[in-house]
């Protein structure tokens, strides 16, 4: 272990780029975890790799490779949580650089993943060899990661599982940081403090087919699903919360299928997702659209797929010593925010209390992923500076 004076082991933009090189597209890791514990280990952590093989909703077995990582054996017990899967590329020739060369033009760099959170996760592990030199022995809590390999994907075998294998073993987590690219424009100028929950209803509409010359002897699906998504969509489920924007319905497809210009469709199929703040539940979101459904009659089936409850985690102590962190090397007052889409921060906020920070994600999911060298640097300087804080308050 170096100490306060030597020359930093762990290069964190080294790191994220050795990382950004495992091409580990959901469900594959590709030996990326392999690259964390090693770095993990020499440090002292106590690595447990976690393989969970539960079917997927569509009945398809991926096994997917988890990390839990723990240095120390007091509390609190302040835990990183984040991903080293990444979403595919695309068309790789659509990309001015090779997509898992890690390469390093204009000061940033370059590779799927490195904003979508490898380079997050580089910048804990570095702040934290940083943070555990300055205390030596002194050091009386623990500091753990949760690293997943299936975050970007159903979600079924990561976090989800790996919560509940602590949770058996008695292990507690007090408070998490989960390292998603929080950042809008600038790092630092923004927090998640909860998210919006999504679900997706899959509407199926039953008619008559026939002839459009003899309207009187059909009932057109298609007319049906019109005035059905209407009713969805004539005003919106609500105008917003305190920390909440208004929710969301968005129609993604409508299928019919019908290439025949004079036939009268007899089934129509349509796709729409929700994203609702913290006036609903998925539950009563269902009974609302149903009621909905119910004034325009018709024989139609809707399904419905969940894949997370809003919440909201009040601003409180782990909220404060980020923001603390953040003006210490920025010198920016991040915004407490609940916009985007869904993260593991929604099974961990039922063990303790979560927020979310990390990168700026212009470029996560995009052609051309990359991260300036420099946000790099001054994360890990944040990630190191939380630390101290939340330890200082212990």
């Not at 390093?104 to 904003?115: E, K, N, T």
């Not at 601003?315 to 869904?342: D, K, N, Q, W, Y």
């Not at 790099?376 to 990630?383: D, E, G, N, S, V």
Request: charged share 20%; glycine share 10%; hydrophobic share 45%.
């Amino acid at each position: 272990m170096p100490d306060a004076t030597s020359n930093w082991a762990i290069d964190p933009v080294a790191l994220a780029a050795e990382l950004i090189q495992r091409p580990s597209i959901t469900p594959k890791d590709e030996g990326a975890l392999d690259v964390v514990a090693a770095r993990l280990e020499r440090l002292g952590f106590t690595c447990h790799r976690l393989i969970f093989d539960e079917p997927n909703p569509n009945g398809s077995v991926e096994p997917i490779i988890n990390l839990y990582a723990r240095r120390g054996t007091g509390s609190p017990n302040i835990c990183f949580a984040g991903h080293t899967d990444v979403v595919p590329t695309g068309p790789t020739d659509a990309w001015s650089f090779a997509p898992f060369a890690a390469a390093i033009r204009d000061g940033a760099l370059c590779g799927r993943g490195a904003v979508d959170m490898k380079g997050a996760i580089a910048s804990f592990i570095a702040a934290a060899e940083r943070f555990l030199a300055g205390k030596g022995a002194e050091f009386g809590g623990s500091i753990s990661l949760l690293i997943t390999g299936d975050e970007e994907g159903v979600a079924v075998n990561g976090t989800k599982k790996v919560l509940a294998w602590l949770k058996e073993r008695g292990e507690a987590i007090d408070a998490c940081v989960v390292g998603e690219p929080t950042s809008a424009a600038q790092l630092g100028d923004m927090i998640k403090i909860g998210r919006r929950g999504s679900m997706t209803g899959r509407l199926v509409v039953e008619g008559v087919q026939g002839h459009v010359a003899y309207p009187h002897l059909v009932d057109n699906a298609a007319h049906r699903l019109v005035a059905l998504l209407s009713a969805l969509t004539a005003e919106a489920p609500d105008d917003g919360t305190e920390h909440f924007q208004a929710s969301s319905l968005q129609v993604t497809t409508i299928d019919i299928g019908n290439p025949a210009t004079n036939v009268v469709p007899g089934i129509a199929r349509a796709t729409f997702n929700i994203r609702f703040n913290d006036t609903w539940s998925s539950a009563t979101l269902k009974q609302w659209a149903e009621a909905k459904f119910a004034a325009i009659g018709g024989k139609y089936t809707l399904n419905w797929e969940v894949s997370g409850e809003s919440f909201l985690v009040p601003p409180g102590f782990v909220s404060e010593c980020l923001t603390e962190a953040i003006g210490s090397v920025t010198g920016r007052t991040p915004e407490l925010s609940t916009t985007g889409g869904t993260s593991d921060a929604r099974f961990i906020h039922a063990y303790c209390a979560v927020a979310e920070f990390g990168l700026v994600n212009a470029t996560m999911h995009k052609v051309d992923e990359r991260v300036d060298i420099a946000d790099i640097t001054h994360l890990t300087a944040i990630y190191e500076a939380f630390l101290e804080r939340m330890f200082a308050r212990a």
